[in-house]
Structure formats: structure tokens, C-alpha cells
Nanobody
Framework: QLQLVESGGGLVQPGGSLRLSCAAS????????IGWFRQAPGKEREGVSC????????NYADSVKGRFTVSRDNAKNTVYLQMNSLKPEDKAVYYC?????????????????WGRGTQVTVSS
């Protein structure tokens, strides 16, 4: 069974950057769409960005467009989320998830395997 582990979270000042990584074990990520999701305290989990298995298609939530970039390196079995110009409202636990199909909607129900998350805090 596919196992995912997120890393790269931490505390950063507003305007700063972080790069999250999602590393897979047990199985290759090559055939999976990968989504990044986040959940802030008291809020529902929401889609941030998703990428197709080939990396040729991506989409982003409106709140992060122009600031976040998703990419993948299938040779390293890893997907990345580069987060720039971070804002306090980006504070959340960030999760990566793998799904069999990329539909472009970044819907949580389309993803079957989930990591445990990494905390991102944006504060001065």
C-alpha cells in the first residue's frame, strides 16, 4: 500500500517561503495524481493544488495562485509544493494525497492515500 510522508513545514514570517515535500514509499508515485490539501483549526480540509501523474497538468486554489507551485520528480518518488509570499491565513496542517485519476478539481474524495501532514505556521 502506498505510504506518503510530508516534510518541510515550520514557522515562517509573512512574506517568507517554504518548500513542502511529499515522499512515497512502498509503491511508485508514477501513476498517481497528487494533491496538496490543508486544514486550519476549526475549518474543513481544502484543496490547495493538484498535479497529474505526468506533471503535465496542475491546478491551484484561487487563494494560492501565483504564490504556490506544485511539481514532481518521479525519479525521486517525490512531489513538492513551493510556497512563496506566505500569509498568516496560510497557516494550517498541509497534507499530500494520492489518487488514481487527475480530474483537475482537487476534490478530497478523489484521493485514496494520505500522509499525516506537516504544520505550516506563518507569523511574525
Amino acid at each position: 500500500q502506498l505510504q506518503l510522508v510530508e516534510s518541510g513545514g515550520g514557522l515562517v514570517q509573512p512574506g517568507g517561503s517554504l518548500r513542502l515535500s511529499c515522499a512515497a514509499s512502498k509503491l511508485t508515485l508514477d501513476y498517481y495524481a497528487i494533491g496538496w490539501f490543508r486544514q486550519a483549526p476549526g475549518k474543513e480540509r481544502e484543496g490547495v493544488s493538484c498535479i497529474s501523474s505526468s506533471g503535465g497538468s496542475t491546478n491551484y486554489a484561487d487563494s494560492v495562485k501565483g504564490r504556490f507551485t506544485v511539481s514532481r520528480d518521479n525519479a525521486k518518488n517525490t512531489v513538492y509544493l513551493q510556497m512563496n509570499s506566505l500569509k498568516p491565513e496560510d497557516k494550517a496542517v498541509y497534507y499530500c494525497a494520492a489518487g488514481q485519476y487527475y480530474t483537475g478539481s482537487c476534490n478530497i474524495h478523489e484521493y485514496d492515500y494520505w500522509g499525516r501532514g506537516t504544520q505550516v505556521t506563518v507569523s511574525s
